[in-house]
């Protein structure tokens, strides 16, 4: 059986990425999965500081973890390689990397940086070339969207969403990063609304401060839907969240 190879990437930054990786992890090593995640570019860090691996490995437990390059300062990737005078990654680096991980493992999930269409290299080459690189290569990969809840993100999941399909590349679904304790009427109304702008399903709600959880493993079961090795039901969600409850 061939690995699923997920590519991980945000409506913005700050949205709940690497606890999202770090969640899909976890519900695939209870299924006993072999898991291996891949940073092509970590941003903002000095050399031996964690990084965005660091926190998935301390979060969901065993799996093997890659990072292709790091940059010291909170940037783009391209213009922080640039400032530091580093070289950048390429999607043939990330397409040879998630090969070599598919290999030996049942679920290969690469964290961007940012939004899909981050720069990494001064040609403008993007998260959505590294998947389509790896689509090139022979292998199946989809894109998995991490969005905010709240007022403004039905946008940005609809521009995501269109970039997807105008690279040919599948969309596997969306994952509210961070659902508030105290959801506003927004919240509410966009359990409903953000499927309808991505085109693709809704298949998870972390809720806020998810990677302070005592038991990380539950939580994550317990937030996504089967289709990502959870229990989460999209219906039940929106039920118990329904714009006109009190």
Not at 204 to 213: N, V
Request: proline share 7%.
């Amino acid at each position: 059986m061939s690995a699923r190879i997920l590519f991980v990437t945000g409506t913005n930054t700050e949205v709940g990425k690497t606890v999202a990786t770090a969640a899909l992890a976890s519900a695939a090593l209870r299924s006993g999965s072999r898991v291996a995640v891949l940073k092509p570019g970590q941003t903002g860090l000095a050399a031996g500081e964690p990084g965005d691996v660091d926190d998935v490995r301390r979060l969901a437990g065993a799996l093997t973890t890659r990072e292709l390059a790091r940059y010291p300062e909170p940037l783009a990737p391209d213009t922080a390689a640039r400032r530091a005078g580093l070289p950048p990654v390429s999607p043939a680096e990330v397409a040879a990397e998630v090969a070599e991980l598919a290999g030996t493992h049942d679920l290969v999930l690469v964290e961007g940086a940012g939004g899909l269409l981050v720069r990494y290299d001064d040609e403008g080459r993007t998260l959505a070339d590294q998947a389509r690189a790896v689509l090139g290569a022979g292998l199946a990969a989809e894109v998995l969207l991490v969005a905010s809840a709240g007022l403004g993100t039905l946008n940005i999941v609809a521009l995501t969403a269109e970039a997807l399909r105008a690279r040919g590349l599948p969309l596997a679904g969306v994952v509210i990063g961070s659902w508030p304790r105290r959801p506003g009427l927004a919240e509410r109304c966009n359990l409903a609304d953000l499927p309808r702008s991505a085109g693709a399903p809704l298949l998870g709600a972390l809720p806020e401060r998810a990677g302070t959880a005592a038991d990380f493993a539950a939580l994550a079961a317990a937030s996504l839907a089967p289709e990502l090795g959870g229990d989460w039901d999209a219906r039940a969600f929106a039920r118990t969240h329904r714009p006109d409850a009190g």
